[in-house]
């Protein structure tokens, strides 16, 4: 692809990737049976009929693609596969899905970078957490690795005040009527 660290590189890549996928995705779908199909940068997410085809002729056809592309592929172990930041559980009936966290590290509280940049990574560790439509023991879960994690890396914290609520129970919640 580009040069890397060139300024251009991940977009010269998308654009390759994109033109890739329009040439052959079509086909692919159709002769595997994919039923579903995310990517993101250079990660696929995809689901298909194991009744059909199996991921090793899947992953033989993407490697044709192009003499530069290698695709590997991780599959599902008890059901679940990670993708990306998240946690896919298959159950008999839908997918699930969870937070994946896959590091306590971030940049240390006592660290000599600036302060914005220490809190960045906390802010989007929380963010992330608020973003997650998660049931009440996974975001009780998710919020305890979150502590630990601050913890882990020096940051202060503070006794939490009102208890933070999970984005289900924030639509449930009646809305403060204004004066």
């Known amino acids: ?16 990737l994109q033109h890739t ?5 079509a086909h692919l779908t159709h002769r595997h049976r994919i039923i579903i199909y995310f990517r993101y940068a250079d990660d696929i997410f995809l689901i298909f009929d194991p009744n ?15 003499p530069r592309l290698l695709f590997t592929a991780d599959v599902d ?6 993708y990306l930041d998240i946690s896919i559980h298959r159950t008999p009936n839908n997918l699930k899905t969870s ?7 971030i940049m240390p509280y006592t660290s000599n970078h600036p302060t914005q940049h220490k809190y960045a990574a906390v802010k989007f560790l929380f963010n992330r957490l608020k973003s997650y ?3 009440k023991e996974e975001y009780r879960h998710e919020l305890n690795i979150f502590h ?28 403060p009527k204004s004066r």
């Open 77 to 82: 172990r008890d059901n679940t596969i990670n």
């Open 21 to 25: 996928e329009h040439l052959h995705m």
């Open 148 to 175: 630990n994690i601050l913890h882990y890396n020096s940051f202060p914290i503070r006794p939490q005040k009102p208890p933070i609520q999970t984005p289900a129970q924030r639509q449930t919640s009646p809305t």
């Open 133 to 135: 439509d998660l049931q």
């Open 99 to 105: 937070i994946h966290t896959f590091t306590d590290t």
């Open 1 to 16: 692809m580009g040069a890397m660290g060139t300024p251009s590189s991940s977009l010269i890549t998308e654009i390759f």
């Open 52 to 66: 059909h085809t199996n991921i090793q002729t899947i992953l033989d056809d993407f490697n044709t693609l192009h």
